[in-house]
C-alpha cells in the first residue's frame, strides 16, 4: 500500500524486519531507543522458511500521516491481496481502502476510537463536553520531527493536554490487530489467532533508527503483534 504524503515523501519505505521475540512488558517507563542488536534480523533461509509455515496470512499495515489502512494475503494464495474497505464511521456505500489517521480517547484516558468512527464521535459532541477528550490527528509526523524522541515524548491532543506518545501509537496498532484479526476469522468462518499471522509495518525510508525502533516497540506493546 503506497502512501504518499509528508514526512513519508513519495519516495520507497520500508518495513520493519522479521523478529523472534517474548512478549515485552508494558510499561512505559523505559526511556531508551536501543539500536536494533543483530538477533532483531533474522538472514538464515531456512529459518525463513520455517517461519514461512508457522503462519497462515500476512497482514501489512500502512500507518500514514493523513490516513491509515491495511491489506492481508494468505500464504496459499499470496498473489491473491485482499484491502479492508468498510471501515466503521465511512460514508454509507463508499468504499474507502484506508480511514483518517484520527485517534480517540475517552476522558479517563482509555482507547475509543480510531479512524472516522474517532472523527465523526468527536465532531458530534457537544463542546464544553468535547474539551474533555483526548482527540488527535496526523500524530505520525512527530516521530519523524522530533530529534530527540524517546520513550517518553509527548504528543498533545486538540484540547491541549499531554499523552505519551508510544500510548497512542500502542492503540492505534492495536486497533488495527483487532480489526484484521476480526475480518479475518469472519472470512475463514473461524477463529485467527495472532500466531496465525505475519505483522508487516510500513515506516518511510527516510526517518532515522530511533522513529523506526519506537514504532517497534510500540507494535511490541499492541499486545504484542508477531513482526
Not at 479492508?84 to 489517521?101: A, C, I, L
Request: glycine share 6%; net charge negative.
Amino acid at each position: 500500500m503506497a502512501d504518499k504524503e509528508a514526512g513519508g515523501s513519495d519516495g520507497p519505505r520500508e518495513t520493519a524486519p522479521t523478529s523472534a521475540y517474548s512478549s515485552p512488558a508494558r510499561s512505559l517507563g523505559d526511556t531508551g531507543i536501543t539500536p536494533l542488536s543483530p538477533s532483531h534480523i533474522v538472514n538464515d533461509t531456512d529459518s525463513n522458511v520455517s517461519e514461512q509455515q508457522s503462519f497462515l496470512v500476512v497482514v501489512a499495515v500502512d500507518f500514514g500521516t493523513t490516513s491509515s489502512g491495511y491489506a492481508y494475503s494468505f500464504t496459499k494464495e499470496p498473489e491473491c491481496i485482499h484491502v479492508m474497505r468498510r471501515w466503521e464511521g465511512g460514508d454509507p456505500g463508499v468504499s474507502n481502502q484506508k480511514t483518517p489517521t484520527t485517534i480517540l480517547l475517552t476522558p479517563e484516558r482509555k482507547f475509543h476510537s480510531f479512524g472516522y468512527a474517532a472523527r465523526d464521535f468527536y465532531h458530534d459532541l457537544d463542546p464544553n463536553e468535547a474539551k474533555q477528550w483526548l482527540y488527535l490527528e496526523k500524530f505520525k509526523m512527530k516521530l519523524h520531527t522530533t530529534g530527540d524522541l524517546t520513550m517518553d515524548t509527548d504528543l498533545t491532543a486538540a484540547n491541549g493536554k499531554k499523552v505519551k506518545a508510544l500510548e497512542i501509537f500502542a492503540y492505534a496498532l492495536q486497533y488495527f490487530k483487532e480489526q484484521a484479526l476480526k475480518e479475518l476469522s469472519d472470512q475463514a468462518g473461524s477463529e485467527f489467532e495472532n500466531s496465525d499471522v505475519r505483522w508487516v509495518i510500513t515506516v518511510p525510508a527516510i526517518w532515522k533508527q530511533p522513529a523506526k525502533q519506537f514504532m517497534r516497540q510500540a507494535a511490541y506493546q499492541a499486545d504484542p503483534m508477531d513482526l
